[in-house]
């Protein structure tokens, strides 16, 4: 079913949220974009990381 579905698309973002570079989320989304390059050459993957934007959802500083 996946192999059918993926003829259709040309591009996929991945956005990792979790705070941490060593966790089991920033460790599948490597492992994702890994073996869909390997399985998929034509395909665009972008990846989003939150941790790298300074991203605060808690706005401890406040808005400004």
Known sequence: L??????????????DGHPYDKSFCAALTQAYIKNSKARYSDLEIKSLVLRDLKFDPILKAGYK
């Open 2 to 15: 996946i192999s059918v579905t993926m003829k259709h698309i040309k591009s996929v973002l991945i956005i």
